[in-house]
């Protein structure tokens, strides 16, 4: 019986990315860098090439017949097809507590 190895640091979600070429996943983590997001924005796009409905549904690239849906959106982000926008950072503030005044 084969025993598989994986790193501690890989939570069950980045399974998936170890499947996939791996130099396709490196050019892509390095155009969006942070792999959570990496990881989201390709299940996203899986969805939508499998949908099979409409225009979303068609790879936006020249993609070799013998590619994967996986790799066609790895693609797609390294040559930036299809992006992304990071939200600001809001620092948040704890609220005080109002004083109350003594009624008489």
Do not use: C, W
Request: proline letters at 7%; a positive charge.
């Amino acid at each position: 019986m084969h025993k598989f190895r994986y790193p501690l640091f890989y939570p069950a979600r980045f399974e998936f990315l170890k499947h996939l070429n791996a130099e396709l996943t490196k050019k892509a983590l390095e155009k969006v860098g942070n792999p959570n997001v990496l990881v989201n924005l390709v299940s996203r796009r899986v969805r939508q090439l499998n949908s099979g409905a409409g225009a979303m549904s068609r790879p936006l690239i020249d993609a070799h017949p013998n590619l994967g849906v996986a790799d066609i959106a790895l693609l797609e982000i390294i040559e930036e097809k299809i992006g992304f926008e990071m939200p600001e950072l809001v620092e948040l503030s704890r609220p005080t507590a109002k004083k109350r005044t003594k009624k008489k």
